[in-house]
């Protein structure tokens, strides 16, 4: 496979370097030269002495304590670091911090009247809340939450869309001590009712329903659906954002203007232990249940200040967008913590971005004068789709950075985006992290780091990141291998709610309690970048949505028509991977088992779920001992050669290659 490489960019670099794609496991080395940050981005950088690696490698815990100090703490930690109960790592240990009072009060001395919130609806409704608005709206909603009988402790569930009250509620929560377990709201009410029971969830924040794509969704009515079977919830909170009638229960539901009318428009803040739990973030691993990934109150708010400071270089004049939902970690960390905790203005936005019109993003970015925009590699796909005349009727001159997570972006996708979005004066940060790390860990620093398109370039200073053979010994370049952390760092997750058992086998086990296993597969290159590309595990990454597959299998094997069942990811050109099903059924109904099938998915996960490609066959590929060897399936599906030694019915892959072809989606049946 080669690679397009668009040498007007690289004009202006200087050094040529190699870098691989894989096809058939075998490499290609094409050249290519390295992107330098933009001169006029360098000089304003909020870092831009190289001396701060070199510095954090002599002394990684001053570092993280410097960025600590610049916080407000009621009580200073003792220690900085507590590895006695690893892999229980704990920070700042007995340090007394509220996340809320960091996040808006620290700054109303300098910043009332600057706007901490700016909202647009799909509609192009506008709504701006200044800091003080935050702090008014967030006490107002922290006494209503304490007078309805909210707890220190108590675990909020907020399921809402992308709207300011989203915010509000989250930080009502920090600032009360309870800890919330937002739930993205394109979830089922059955995958809702999960999360509510796994977190022992009693207080539900939600809203009435929402626009997208100009459509309504009634999201209060997914929420009594969940509640039917789940009896732990004591009061359900109600914003209304569209007016429709819905069911209200007395004495359990509640409209949230009611209940903070009258509300005072001051509250103290609770004081928290550094390691109290700010929030649960559920997410899929290789297991077939949802994971309730539990971050800690202090090192958290330190990890994503350091990084919204450090990568995403925020400042005072600075309009942030990061388009991630506040249902995934991503929204946690990037669109409320890290940038209110830095006294940031940001931008959320409700609806699709492609709607009413594929230049939708470039409008809101006009219409606001964004500075920074962070987002994931699909929705700069899709970006793409907008013709080149289209875009330049737009004004993007307001943007000095770039960001991109979630999952690999392309080169050529990735020089796409630093040319016609950042008209090449724009550095891009692909930022590499996980739900269970809480902010970034791999990314270049704006104003230091040489960029190559599709590269994480190198960890950040203060974390020690390698690649590591299946024995653990650290590969050569370009050879692939697991990518691992091997020191901690504050905003490493505390454990997986109610499931230590979990915690300790899917991330400590595979190297050892000292070394934390990402799941993610990489190399470097020779000048020591890191290519990450994609999970090792059962876990797949659609639109930077994680799912797994086991947990798909599981709801499909719910269905009384299907016998066995095995989903594996199928590259996708848009979201990355789409869903692949092949499946063995009882009878021949094809057609309508299918669309069971898909049911099922949508209404068990959600639609994003959905399966792309359903495959009925009278087997699937084994080994001696019967078992299922989905690998064979994927790689033939992503084009690579399949091993098939180890299969006792290899008959069965040649009559799927002869039904399907690797890009085939919808249903196919095998004969
Ligand atoms: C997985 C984590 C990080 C917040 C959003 C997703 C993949 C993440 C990158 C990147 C290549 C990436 C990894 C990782 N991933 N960022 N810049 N380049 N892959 O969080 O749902 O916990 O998913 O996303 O595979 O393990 P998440």
Known sequence: MYLAVDTAVFQKSAEIHKFLMFKNKQCLVVSMRVIYPPEDFVKKANVRDPAIYSRTAEDWKGFWEDFARELHWYEPWDVFLDESKAPYYRFFVNGKINVAYNCIDRHLEGKRTKAAVIWEGEDGAQRVLTYQDLYREVCRLSNALKELGVEKGDRVAIFMPNVPETIIAMLACARIGAVHVVVFEGFSARALAFRLKDSHANFIITCDGYYRRGEIHRLKDKVDEALKGYQGVKRVIVVKRLGIEISMLPDRDFWWDNVVKGQKARCEPEIMDANDPLFIMYTSGAIAEPKGVVHSTGGFLVHVYATTKMVLDLKDNDVFWCTAEPGWITGHSYVVYGPLSNGGTVLIYEGAPDYPHPCRVYEIIEKYGVSVFYTVPTLIRMLSACKDEEIEKYDLSSLRLLGSVGEPIEPDTWLWFYRKVGKERCPIVDTWWQTETGGHVISPLPALTPMKPGSVTKPLPGFLVDIVDDGGKPTKPFQIGNLVIKRPFPGIFLNLHADPRHYVKLY????????????????????????????????????????????????????????????????????????????????????????????????????????????FTPDLPRTEGRKVVKRALSEFMNGRDVEISTLTNPEILRKIKETIKRDSRGVYVVK
């Open 508 to 615: 400590w086990s595979r190297y050892g309690k000292k070394v934390y296993y990402t799941g993610d597969a990489a190399y470097r290159d020779d000048d020591g970048y890191i290519w990450v590309i994609g999970r090792v595990d059962d876990v797949l990454n659609i639109s930077g949505h994680r799912v797994s597959t086991v947990e798909v299998e599981h709801v499909i094997m719910e269905l009384d028509e299907v016998k066995e069942c095995a989903v594996i990811g199928i590259p996708d050109r848009v979201r990355g991977f789409a869903i692949g099903v092949f499946a063995i059924i009882r009878g021949e109904n094809y057609e309508e088992v299918a669309k069971t099938i898909q049911e099922k998915v949508k209404e068990s996960i959600g639609s994003f779920a959905k399966p792309s490609l359903i495959v």
